[in-house]
């Protein structure tokens, strides 16, 4: 059974929720229309399709378009073998959707590392706070209108925060260079 | 006013008795029997576990263990990336160590924040703690961690001890 075959069976038995299964370089995506139903879905890939194992969940943030937030779940099959992507999308209004930790108990760190980072919140999560950043920390880092260097803040004995001094801007390389000083990491103006 | 001082013996002329000053023979005890604090915190920790390791040696400089208790250590050798949430507690630690006390930032995040300029990391442990000797690397070769601790001992021998401690008593 591949994972091609696993997603047509998702298909087939939630029909118009989950998109034509896309296929590129061995890896099959597939996209929910509603993440309202991701636990339903989830449910079935790990009770029927063998899905017991979830690589990750990411999150993107399509800045100026509608819906703003992407998750994308890496669901694989430990005995079968299969690794199947699922896309959902969430808009910037409602920032949330049911949790999956009722399916893998792993999703518990992957979905407050998204709430973090990105500001996602998980309905139904057991303990949504902070991972990485401090409780009381303001901002949410990973949001594409969140600076590079970060920004000012202040939570009293716990953790300060301060802009970084960038110099001039991300130092980038560029590839295919005729040589190594032409690709060397140094600011950059965006001439191409 | 001479504020070093060095101990100078010949054998020949002295026998078994050296001539010095106090705060010379002080600031040679000192010097020779600096206990690190590793704050190992990222990769320049493996290269300080390298450091103590039997081919780059630290305690043939008097190093002689990495005390990982801050009241019973002498240099806090800051190793590795300093991240905001970090930083209060690499402050708690050195503010539980005793006098006097030193701090070696080694490698190129705990010297200016390294290659990460961002919103996470503190750019330089020398935004919270006051450092004595910073290496440059990423990570510092062992030998280049045995440099900023011979000149650290350096530093240390000349340091005018007995001024110092007069002004603080009084």
Known sequence: MTAREQASQLKARFGDLISEPVEFCGDVTVRLADAERVVEVCDFAKKELGFNFLVDISSLDNYGEDPRWTVVYHLRGLETGCELRLKTDVSEEKSELPTVTGVWRTADWHEREIYDMMGIRFRGHPDLRRILMWEGYPYFPLRKDFPLAGKSSEVPEVAFTRPAPLAGGPFVTVAGGKDAIEREPRVRNPED | ?170
Not at chain 2, 1 to 28: H, P
Not at chain 2, 35 to 51: F, K, Q, R, S, Y
Not at chain 2, 75 to 92: C, E, L, Q
């Open chain 2, 1 to 170: 006013m001479q504020t070093w001082s060095e101990i100078g013996y010949d054998s020949k002329i002295e026998g078994d008795v050296i001539v010095t000053r106090v705060d010379a023979a002080l600031n040679w005890f000192r010097k020779n029997s600096l206990w690190p604090m590793p704050m190992g915190l990222a990769c320049c920790a493996i290269e300080l576990m390298a450091v103590g390791a039997s081919r780059f040696d630290i305690s043939r400089f008097g190093s002689e263990v990495m005390r990982f208790s801050p009241r019973q250590s002498d240099v806090m050798i800051v190793a590795g990336t300093v991240t905001y949430k970090m930083a209060s507690v690499v402050k708690r630690i050195y503010d539980q160590m005793a006098e006097p006390k030193w701090v070696i930032a080694m490698g190129a995040c705990a010297s200016t924040g390294g290659m990460y300029r961002s919103y996470a990391v503190l750019q330089g442990v020398d935004r919270i703690l006051p450092v004595d000797i910073y290496v440059a690397g990423c990570p510092p070769r062992p030998e280049a961690v045995l440099d900023a601790l011979m000149k650290l001992q350096n530093k240390v021998q000349h340091e005018p001890l007995l001024a110092t401690l007069k002004k603080t008593a009084a």
